[in-house]
C-alpha cells in the first residue's frame, strides 16, 4: 500500500513547492519553507513505511509461532522449490542437457516478496527473542 503512494505523495509535494514559489516573494523564506515541507513529509513517509512493515513482520512471527507444521514451514518450503527451479534451470539443465523449467514472471516476483518477508520476518524474530532475554 505504501509504495503505490509514492507517485501521489510526490505531486502534492511538487504542487505545494509551485504554490510556495507563487505566493512568497522572499527567496530565503521560500527555500525554507520548501525545505520544512520536505522534511515533514519524508518524516510522514517514514512513518507509514515503518507501520507497514511491522504489520508484514507480525503476520510472519505469528505464522512462525502458529499451531502446525505447514503453518510454520510454508515460507521455507516455497523458497526451497524456487531455489531448484533457479538452481535446476542455470546448474543442472545445462550440465545433464536437459529441459529448462518455465519460469513465469508473477513467480520471480513472488519469489522477490517471499525474500524480502522471510528476511524482514526473521530479523523481527532474533530481535524479538533478544528483546525477551
Do not use: C
Not at 26 to 53: C, G, P, R
Not at 69 to 81: A, G, K, S, V
Amino acid at each position: 500500500m505504501f509504495l503505490s503512494a509514492l507517485p501521489v505523495i510526490g505531486k502534492l509535494i511538487g504542487q505545494a513547492v509551485e504554490v510556495i514559489d507563487k505566493m512568497v516573494q522572499d527567496k530565503d523564506l521560500a527555500n525554507k519553507l520548501k525545505h520544512d515541507l520536505e522534511i515533514q513529509m519524508l518524516n510522514q513517509d517514514f512513518s507509514l513505511f515503518q507501520k507497514e512493515i511491522e504489520s508484514q513482520a507480525q503476520i510472519i512471527v505469528a505464522e512462525a509461532e502458529g499451531n502446525s507444521w505447514l503453518q510454520r514451514n510454508w515460507r521455507p518450503i516455497l523458497m526451497l522449490t524456487f531455489t531448484y527451479v533457479i538452481a535446476h534451470n542455470y546448474i543442472i539443465a545445462p550440465i545433464f542437457s536437459l529441459v529448462r523449467l518455465d519460469v513465469p514472471p508473477d513467480m520471480w516476483e513472488l519469489l522477490k516478496l517471499g525474500v524480502g518477508g522471510y528476511i524482514v520476518g526473521r530479523s523481527v524474530e532474533k530481535s524479538v527473542k533478544a528483546w525477551k532475554n
